[in-house]
């Protein structure tokens, strides 16, 4: 993702406003390498600036997915989460606390797949599933992280 300046000029080159909520937002993902939620950007950001709204969350958040800044992510039914590494990457999913990280796999576009007759693959997303380090070792009792309000996860 650009900084935070690149895509305030960005959003005024299509015609988009610029507001100080905006601005917290850019900031908040630059040089993110998490996997945020929507809630949790809003939760971060209203520590920021107080009264900061979920819809502006929202707008700003499809608004950079559709200019290719992000990568909007479907890992769980129901839950969007928000990806500011844009490169070629796939992605490690723990079942037990939801962490999700950037893994990097080499060869994907050589795999053999039957049944893709008549089909064009435009992206290949690959998910790992499983348990991370920090649940497998035990150290949450619960299995689940406490999250960092200052920090979108």
């Avoid at 890992?75 to 606390?97: A, E, I, K, Q, Y």
């Avoid at 039957?114 to 380090?133: K, M, P």
Wanted: with cysteine; proline share 7%.
């Amino acid at each position: 993702m650009r900084p935070p300046n690149e895509l305030s000029t960005a959003f005024r080159a299509i015609g988009l406003k610029v507001t100080p909520q905006r601005q917290v937002l850019f900031s908040l993902l630059h040089d993110h390498d998490g996997h945020p939620s929507a809630e949790s950007i809003h939760l971060a950001a209203s520590a920021v600036m107080p009264g900061i709204s979920l819809r502006t969350v929202y707008q700003t958040l499809n608004d950079l997915v559709a200019m290719g800044e992000l990568q909007q992510l479907q890992l769980t039914p129901g839950s969007s989460r928000f990806d500011p590494n844009v490169s070629d990457h796939h992605h490690l999913v723990c079942d037990r606390c939801g962490d999700v990280r950037d893994v990097y796999v080499g060869g994907v576009t050589g795999l053999e797949v039957q049944g893709l007759e008549g089909f064009s693959i435009a992206i290949t997303d690959v998910v790992f599933r499983g348990t991370c380090a920090t649940c497998l070792d035990g150290s949450s009792a619960t299995g689940t992280r406490t999250p960092d309000p200052t920090r979108p996860t």
